[in-house]
């Protein structure tokens, strides 16, 4: 056999083991459920809104890859945004974006004063795999918010503070909290195209393109063309 074969042979026994979940050859998987939370005051009364994410992480041994790779975990996120109908037909949505696997970590991991090893990563991940609960989100690791305007023009997606909810929402509104729970609730799916309806991704991606056209490369483009589809629906 031939050290091509045998070490393709290695390559595809590990994968195969990465993908149900073993520990063959220094491989793991790691999966979870995560499902954030958001409440909102209005003059009205809270409001809130929740969306689960399927979090999977592909963990490769310290002898897998080269320098900084050497036993690297690669992340995938499969969910949508939370969507919270602040006042009637306003919405709030909290995007995939600055939120991962990393949100659960910090929110659940053990207190640390240093930087954490490879098999230090890979005990907090197993430990997350197990774990149910709920932790309330700082600030610090809160998703992005966005609103839209018109829910038929793309354009018209735009960052939210949430620091100041009133800002965009009217006096009297507020972010409450935000939190995240470790859950077996299944993925949600759904709740944004019900919003968005069938055919605001296409809009989105040509209003993108003719952006990119009109303004190139080297004009920052406004926040609805910074953001992506995949910020509001993500599949594996």
């Known amino acids: 056999m031939t050290r091509t074969r045998f070490a393709l042979l290695i390559l595809s026994a590990a994968l195969l083991a990465g993908l149900a979940g073993c520990d063959l050859f220094g491989f793991r998987t790691y999966e979870w459920h995560q499902k954030i939370t958001v409440i909102v005051d209005t003059p009205d009364g809270p409001v809130s809104g929740s969306a689960v994410s399927a979090v999977t992480l592909s963990v490769s041994p310290k002898w897998f890859g080269l320098g900084d790779v050497s036993g690297a975990a690669v992340g995938k996120l499969a969910g949508e945004a939370v969507v919270v109908e602040v006042l009637k037909g306003r919405y709030l949505f909290a995007l995939l974006r600055q939120y991962d696997h990393q949100t659960a970590l910090e929110a659940f991991g053990s207190p640390r004063q240093k930087v954490l090893s490879s098999d230090e990563v890979r005990s907090e991940f197993a430990r997350l795999e197990k774990l149910r609960g709920e932790r309330v989100l700082s600030s610090d690791h809160y998703p992005d918010l966005a609103t839209i305007d018109d829910l038929g023009n793309p354009a018209s997606i735009n960052e939210v503070d949430p620091r100041h909810l009133d800002l965009v929402f009217g006096p009297g509104v507020r972010l409450k909290a935000i939190t995240i729970s470790l859950t077996d609730d ?6 944004v195209e019900a919003v968005l309806g ?10 993108m393109k003719e952006d990119f056209k009109k303004n190139g ?20």
């Open 198 to 207: 069938p055919d605001f991704f296409k809009k989105w991606s040509v209003q």
């Open 186 to 191: 299944p993925v949600t799916k759904g709740n």
């Open 217 to 236: 490369p080297f004009v920052q483009p406004p926040f609805a063309f910074q953001i992506s589809p995949n910020d509001f629906v993500t599949r594996n």
